[in-house]
């Protein structure tokens, strides 16, 4: 393995950046090369990047964005952003994975470990590297490739890696001598906090043989136990977590998930969202919408998040830091959330196996923006300036229609570009910047002028079977009803703020005249004979026809009316029993049941 000679250490970002206004790239990996492209409004490939032809297994950035690196399967190499010449080469062929530290001081590296006949114990196929004088700093075992990459705190005074369900701590990048451990049980997972010193960790240990899982804080090094732990909560029903700490480092979300739901409502297994902070609070968030938890996500500003969650159409709330709803967006075909990197504009969207409906919200006057739409996109990310977002259809989710388009937040396209016939799109990534260096602009609801036009889908109304069309509406067409959105924050609407059956009344109300537009939206699709003008005020409900049947049906609607009375004691904070809990998941089937008897099934 060779170095090429290193060059002089790139000026500090901030002063390079104070130089003009900067334009973010766009870094594009794909089967016909790797490039760095120009950010709106050029778009277009830099000239001062020599497209790499070979095709790259992996593309990284550095934190702050001022260094460049990716793997073709011959080289790695490491690029300086600002004047594209090239700070190191190395010559590894078997490399799949790299990084940076924080500061960019070391490149990490990772290739798939392997040992044979001649040598069982494998070679170490982790390395860590000192990007300035092209030394390693140091070597180690990583089979797995979960968790490959050391965490660091954003300083580089800490590093911690996971070796062999215990944490190892090291400082100022000194690898040789494990600075710190904590050992518990097995720890399974783990997330170090951003932001300055003192440095938090938040570990995982799962459960086994009847004993729950938990999550525990610690400040670095204070690992003396339980009774050192800044918080501290434990949770049945987790086969896995997902560990997010907000920005200033004063809380964490926990997704707790299970693989499989044993109850069999869900096909996603089962989900649970818990909230510890520093000071040692911790909660469940109560999310009123049964079904799976899609995606949670922390405002930059700390003080409040955002989770999409529930059988669709989802739901999409806002939490404060006391997991009390402050917006409730209402439901929407979305399975995802993503905040604008200054924290003012919100997209709620849909991809995956959904349409790719994009929803834009400002979030300070929780009004929607706009809503475009990207239809089989696999990718969002958010532009570092908060202005523009990239979505793109990549290979191998979807192999075909790759390519990339890059909007304005107020739904127009400004550009896109396809993969070449036979060629496939891998990935696209935004270059990064230091906070602060794009500054909050006003939020604009105009859309913004281009020739591309922007792709705002039509106003569709929810399909009813026929059987149902021109009838008043039942719990069966409720289940399938959008909820509009709500403001939650106490004194928003009006003099005081809503009970909670006041809000059970108006929406209600709102879904009375949902259903109202929705019968008068049917009636102008299909002739309908005029009834007697006597007739309509007290004319009984519709029948089946068959009195064993409508006799069913008033008893299992009698159940759901039963099962919304014990729905509003929970949501009250009244505990329930058992068997209360068991007739709550009899819902969906009892709806299912009342449809097939409402459709002769």
């Given at each position: 393995m060779t170095w090429t000679p290193v060059s002089p250490q790139p000026p500090p970002p901030s002063s390079r950046y104070k130089m003009a206004a900067p334009t973010p790239l766009l870094a594009v990996r794909e089967s016909s090369g790797t490039s760095l492209r120009c950010g709106p409004p050029a778009c277009e490939q830099t000239s001062s990047f020599q497209r790499d032809t070979k095709k790259s297994k992996y593309i990284a950035f550095s934190k702050d964005g001022s260094l460049f690196g990716w793997c073709n399967g011959e080289k790695v190499s490491v690029l300086k952003v600002a004047d594209s010449?090239?700070?190191?080469?190395?010559?590894?062929?078997?490399?799949?994975?790299?990084?940076?530290?924080?500061?960019?001081?070391?490149?990490?590296?990772?290739?798939?470990?392997?040992?044979?006949?001649?040598?069982?114990?494998?070679?170490?196929?982790?390395?860590?590297?000192?990007?300035?004088?092209?030394?390693?700093?140091?070597?180690?075992?990583?089979?797995?490739?979960?968790?490959?990459?050391?965490?660091?705190?954003?300083?580089?005074?800490?590093?911690?890696?996971?070796?062999?369900?215990?944490?190892?701590?090291?400082?100022n990048n000194a690898f040789d001598n494990i600075a710190n451990k904590l050992h518990l049980q097995k720890v399974s997972d783990f997330a170090l906090s951003p932001g300055p010193q003192p440095s938090k960790v938040a570990v995982?240990?799962?459960?086994?043989?009847?004993?729950?899982?938990?999550?525990?804080?610690?400040?670095?090094?204070?690992?003396?136990?339980?009774?050192s732990a800044l918080a501290n909560r434990s949770f049945f029903k987790a086969d896995k977590v997902t560990l997010l700490w907000n920005k200033k480092a004063t809380a964490v979300l926990v997704t707790a998930s299970t693989?499989?739901?044993?109850?069999?409502?869900?096909?996603?297994?089962?989900?649970?969202?818990?909230?510890?902070?520093?000071?040692?609070?911790?909660?469940?968030?109560?999310?009123?919408?049964?079904?799976?938890?899609?995606?949670?996500?922390?405002?930059?500003?700390?003080?409040?998040?955002c989770v999409v969650y529930g059988f669709m159409p989802a739901k999409a709330t806002v939490f404060?830091?006391?997991?009390?709803?402050?917006?409730?967006?209402?439901?929407?075909?979305?399975?995802?959330?993503?905040?604008?990197?200054?924290?003012?504009?919100?997209?709620?969207?849909?991809?995956?196996?959904?349409?790719?409906?994009?929803?834009?919200?400002?979030?300070?006057?929780?009004?929607?923006?706009?809503?475009?739409?990207?239809?089989?996109?696999?990718?969002?990310?958010?532009?570092?300036?908060?202005?523009?977002?990239?979505?793109a259809t990549?290979?191998?989710?979807?192999?075909?229609?790759?390519?990339?388009?890059?909007?304005?937040?107020?739904?127009?396209?400004?550009?896109?570009?396809?993969?070449?016939?036979?060629?496939?799109?891998?990935?696209?990534?935004?270059?990064?910047?230091?906070?602060?260096?794009?500054?909050?602009r006003p939020v604009r609801y105009q859309a913004v002028p281009t020739e591309l036009g922007g792709t705002e889908p039509k106003p569709s109304q929810a399909y009813r079977p026929p059987a149902l069309r021109n009838q008043p509406a039942s719990p069966i067409t409720k289940l399938h009803e959008e909820e509009p959105p709500q403001n939650l924050k106490p004194g928003s609407t009006g003099d005081k703020p809503l009970s909670k059956t006041a809000l059970k009344n108006q929406r209600k109300r709102e879904a009375k005249k949902a259903a109202k537009q929705?019968?008068?939206?049917?009636?102008?699709?299909?002739?309908?004979?005029?009834?007697?003008?006597?007739?309509?005020?007290?004319?009984?409900?519709?029948?089946?026809?068959?009195?064993?049947?409508?006799?069913?049906?008033?008893?299992?609607?009698?159940?759901?009316?039963?099962?919304?009375?014990l729905k509003d004691q929970q949501a009250a904070g009244k505990?329930?029993?058992?068997?209360?809990?068991?007739?709550?998941?009899?819902?969906?089937?009892?709806l299912q049941e009342i449809e097939n008897l409402e459709l002769g099934l």
């Open positions: 010449t090239y700070l190191q080469s190395l010559d590894l062929p078997k490399i799949a994975m790299l990084d940076f530290s924080p500061l960019g001081s070391v490149l990490v590296t990772w290739q798939p470990y392997v040992k044979t006949q001649d040598n069982p114990q494998g070679e170490p196929n982790l390395q860590l590297w000192n990007l300035h004088t092209g030394a390693i700093l140091k070597s180690f075992y990583q089979k797995k490739a979960q968790g490959w990459c050391p965490s660091w705190s954003d300083d580089e005074s800490i590093a911690v890696r996971n070796v062999n369900n215990e944490l190892h701590f090291f400082e995982y240990v799962p459960g086994s043989k009847g004993t729950p899982s938990f999550v525990r804080l610690y400040q670095y090094p204070n690992f003396g136990g339980p009774s693989e499989v739901d044993k109850t069999g409502a869900s096909y996603y297994g089962e989900q649970t969202l818990h909230y510890l902070g520093v000071d040692g609070e911790s909660a469940v968030v109560q999310l009123p919408k049964n079904g799976p938890i899609y995606d949670v996500a922390w405002s930059p500003n700390s003080s409040e998040f404060n830091l006391k997991c009390s709803p402050i917006f409730d967006f209402g439901t929407g075909p979305r399975n995802a959330g993503f905040y604008s990197p200054q924290g003012h504009l919100l997209v709620l969207a849909g991809f995956g196996n959904l349409r790719g409906q994009m929803e834009v919200w400002d979030v300070k006057k929780y009004k929607q923006v706009s809503k475009p739409q990207a239809p089989d996109a696999t990718h969002f990310s958010w532009c570092p300036d908060g202005e523009h977002i990239v979505t990549c290979s191998p989710r979807l192999r075909v229609c790759n390519g990339y388009r890059i909007w304005h937040y107020t739904g127009t396209v400004l550009h896109q570009e396809q993969a070449p016939e036979g060629g496939e799109l891998w990935e696209v990534q935004w270059q990064p910047f230091p906070e602060g260096t794009f500054p909050e929705e019968m008068k939206s049917d009636a102008s699709e299909e002739p309908v004979d005029p009834a007697p003008a006597d007739s309509a005020p007290n004319q009984p409900a519709p029948t089946s026809g068959d009195p064993e049947t409508d006799k069913k049906i008033r008893n299992l609607k009698k159940k759901l009316k039963a099962i919304e009375q505990p329930l029993q058992k068997n209360q809990v068991e007739k709550i998941k009899m819902e969906p089937q009892l």
